[in-house]
């Protein structure tokens, strides 16, 4: 990107009627000279440090661990000198880090042996046992908080059962990510009229994500996606007081919810 220009307020006719703000981003062109780079960051949870949820909330004595590489380049010149310029370019992230993910008030193991002798019939409990929080050995559940205990009454039999011990659940999944960019910039110089085209292109996919708010339980999701974003524009001249432009833009998102890294669990 070579420019951000931001409005938010007192906008142009040429933008409608807009209530929040215009974010207009510039693509940078190929010039005269052909110009590259190559650049890479890396963060890494061995110098960072917990902050103050985790180190409270969740209990932890050391960082997840989380390993963020982000590298990529780019390459632009002329096709044609003075009239057709090239610009274009690739990048990627990749995450690979484990992440925590809690929830409170439900059936703990013991808690679940006590409600299966209360209501050793109940496909209910017989369904929790093998498909709720505990159930889902993915991500080694285990308890969080300080357990309670509550007395359950049958809905139908009217059986009470003392003692049914519930507290909050918590698990540790790999949470990666893989997201690949290419961007692709045309301009084309005739004088009069100008003419330029770009195109970018995104592929993306989150593993073991908390999509639905159910990574907790057992039910976290795998989320692949894929974009194209095709735009152009016709600038011609008339006069040194007047330019008419005609644009054409293009785009289409393909996102998926479903799967994961833990046995397909949704």
Sequence with gaps: ????KITTNNFGAEFGRNSGSVVNIITKSGT??????IFGTVNNSALNTLNNIQRSFQ???????VQDTFVGGTAGGPVAKDRVFLFTGFDTNIVNSLGI?????????????????CFPSSDAITALRSFGPFGVQGGSPSISGTPTTVTVTG?????????????????TLDTISRSYNWPLK??????????????????ATFFNTNA???AAAGYPSDVPSRSHALAT??????????????????GRLDVQFGGNGIGNTI
Excluded at 155 to 171: D, F, H, K, M, Y
Excluded at 233 to 250: A, D, K, L, Y
């Design 1 to 4: 990107m070579e420019e951000y």
């Design 32 to 37: 005269n000279e052909w110009h590259g780079s």
């Design 59 to 65: 209990g932890l004595e050391k960082l997840p661990r």
């Design 101 to 117: 993910f809690s929830a409170s008030q439900t059936p703990t193991p013991a808690g679940l042996a006590t409600l299966a002798s």
């Design 155 to 171: 809905p139908s039999s009217g059986t009470v059962c003392p003692g049914v011990e519930l507290a909050g659940v918590q698990r």
């Design 186 to 203: 045309l301009d084309v110089n005739l004088g009069r009229d100008q003419v330029s085209a770009r195109y970018i292109y995104q592929r």
């Design 212 to 214: 639905f708010g159910t």
């Design 233 to 250: 524009s016709w600038t011609r001249t008339i006069s040194n007081r007047m330019v008419n432009e005609f644009r054409f833009n293009w």
